[in-house]
C-alpha cells in the first residue's frame, strides 16, 4: 500500500487548524530525516563533498534551530545551553542514531508547542537574538517548519551524493 505525505493524511490531532501546515512539514521532515539516518552510515554521515555541509550537520542544525525558533516564538530568550549547541553545531560528532533521537526530540517538542499554541496569540510580537529582530510567533513557528524542511531536504541532497543510494520513498505520493 502507498502512504501518502504527511499532508494527504489528514489533521494532526490536537493541533489548530491554522498550525495544521507546519504540523505537516514537522512529520514530513520527521519521516525523510529517519529515512535519510538509516540508509547512510556513520562515517559517511559526516563526509563533506565538494565543501558542502554533512549530513550529519544538516539534520543536528535543522534540530537545534528549531528549538531555538520555538523558544523565540514562546517569547523567551535562548538558554546558555541552547548558545552552546549552536557554537558546536557544525563539529563532526555524533551516530546517526544519536542525531535520529535529537531530530525526533526536536520535531515532537516542536508539535507539542503548536498544539498548546492559542492562534489569538499568533500576531503577538516577538524578538530574535542578541539584536532583537522583529518577527511574530506566526513568524518564527512558520520560518522553524520551513527551516527544518529545508535541511532535511539538503541532508536527503547530500546522503545521495555520499553514498549512491536514493533515499526518498519511490512509492509515495511526490
Do not use: C
Not at 512529520?27 to 563533506?48: K, M, P, Y
Not at 543536528?60 to 534551530?65: I, L, P, V
Not at 518564527?140 to 527544518?148: M, N, V, Y
Request: glycine share 10%; proline share 6%.
Amino acid at each position: 500500500m502507498t502512504v501518502p505525505e504527511v499532508w494527504l493524511r489528514g489533521p494532526v490531532p490536537n493541533v489548530p487548524a491554522p498550525l495544521q501546515p507546519l504540523a505537516h512539514a514537522l512529520l514530513q521532515a520527521g519521516e525523510d530525516a529517519e529515512r535519510v539516518l538509516s540508509s547512510i552510515n556513520d562515517d559517511a554521515l559526516w563526509e563533506r563533498p565538494g565543501g558542502a555541509a554533512a549530513v550529519g550537520f544538516h539534520i543536528r542544525h535543522a534540530a537545534q534551530a528549531l528549538d531555538r525558533l520555538f523558544t523565540y516564538a514562546r517569547g523567551e530568550g535562548l538558554t546558555d545551553a541552547q548558545r552552546s549547541a549552536l557554537r558546536s553545531e557544525k563539529e563532526p560528532g555524533g551516530t546517526s542514531g544519536e542525531l535520529g533521537t535529537l531530530f525526533s526530540h526536536a520535531v515532537a517538542a516542536a508539535l507539542a508547542q503548536l498544539a498548546g499554541t492559542n492562534p489569538a496569540s499568533l500576531g503577538d510580537a516577538r524578538e530574535v537574538g542578541r539584536a532583537r529582530l522583529p518577527s511574530t510567533a506566526l513568524g518564527l513557528l512558520s520560518h522553524g517548519a520551513e527551516h527544518t524542511a529545508r535541511h532535511v531536504g539538503q541532508a536527503i541532497t547530500t546522503s545521495i551524493v555520499v553514498t549512491n543510494v536514493q533515499v526518498h520513498d519511490p512509492s509515495s505520493s511526490r
